[in-house]
């Protein structure tokens, strides 16, 4: 982007510059050998000194950088006006003057520009982040409602059960509410769906089978909390509560090219029921979340085949670091 912006800048001053003809080709050739250079060297030595100038205020920063440049254009300039002018006069010291003068103006703007690009970044990421953080505080009443009415069922039919089913959950709620992170570790999220099942099992007792198939290295794959649980809460609702045999939930998950696909399949829900509220809202939710942490390579799909109902959620490969897993299982 510099290099274009200054040659951009270099073929303003060649038009210009010229006296017959559309472009001066001779000031053009030489002044662009030698603002390329300086664009070249000075974008070079403000890299070296990256680390340091991070330190530094942004009026400190900017001086700095300010600074290197013009020394490097006066560096330059001396160096070509040696060359091209061996007795240097006071046209010569005007004319480097005049470089120097625009030089500033240049990194003046271009430090702008970049600084208002930092801060559109910087407000997007917030936004980003206040949408997620409303999206997660969403779901989680909604678990808590479900979790609770299930509780409730238990407690008329098997007390201890129920009182099972409360430490549980508060287990459960504890390794969620835990993580602040927008992504946490894939076998974390595995964790939390057996657990939900463990509630529900005690529910629905025989009527609810469940089938694992999770491929081995998977357990620090990225995903966003809460997005595998609500979508095992989805199959148990639609595909296993409606059937007076019950039936199977399988979940899967498995590594293909540079995608992870998660898979959640149940019976085929009973279309004439009442469609589950809560359900639909968390499957909003997680699209959403998708979009702002992974973009279009992030799908979540449903499909149906037969009397299988199948939940597709497909996820960028991005493996978290090992310590942000720390206790969670497959």
Request: charge should be neutral; proline fraction near 5%.
């Amino acid at each position: 982007m510099l290099l274009v912006t200054s040659e951009l800048l270099v073929l303003v001053l060649a038009i210009v510059q010229a006296e017959s003809g559309w472009i001066d080709w001779s000031f053009f050739g030489l002044l662009s050998l030698f603002v390329q250079w300086t664009t070249l060297t000075s974008a070079a030595l403000i890299c070296v000194f990256r680390a340091k100038l991070a330190q530094l205020s942004i009026p400190m920063a900017t001086l700095c950088i300010v600074g290197i440049v013009l020394l490097d254009v006066l560096a330059f300039s001396l160096f070509a006006d040696s060359l091209l002018q061996p007795n240097q006069d006071l046209a010569a010291w005007q004319s480097i003057a005049k470089k120097m003068l625009m030089a500033l103006l240049i990194v003046l703007i271009v430090l702008r520009y970049f600084y208002l690009q930092h801060q559109w970044q910087e407000q997007r990421e917030a936004e980003i982040q206040a949408h997620l953080a409303a999206l997660q505080a969403r779901i989680q009443p909604h678990f808590l409602f479900n979790s609770m009415n299930t509780i409730a069922s238990l407690i008329a039919i098997n007390p201890e059960q129920a009182e099972e089913a409360v430490l549980d959950l508060s287990e459960l709620f504890r390794a969620s509410l835990r993580n602040t992170d927008q992504l946490v570790p894939l076998g974390r999220e595995l964790e939390l769906c057996r657990r939900y099942l463990g509630i529900e099992a005690l529910r629905l007792g025989d009527r609810l089978h469940v089938e694992w198939d999770i491929a081995p290295g998977l357990e620090h794959q990225a995903i966003p909390p809460l997005a595998l649980q609500p979508l095992v809460e989805n199959a148990i609702y639609h595909g296993i509560q409606p059937c007076a045999a019950g039936g199977t939930v399988r979940i899967e998950a498995q590594a293909r090219g540079q995608f992870v696909y998660l898979l959640v399949q149940n019976p085929k829900p009973d279309q004439s029921g009442r469609q589950h509220e809560g359900n639909r809202m968390a499957l909003g939710n997680i699209q959403s979340r998708l979009a702002a942490l992974f973009g279009e390579p992030a799908v979540l799909k449903h499909s149906q085949q037969n009397d299988t109902y199948t939940v597709t959620l497909r996820l960028p490969r991005r493996k978290l670091p090992s310590q942000s897993s720390a206790g969670s299982t497959l």
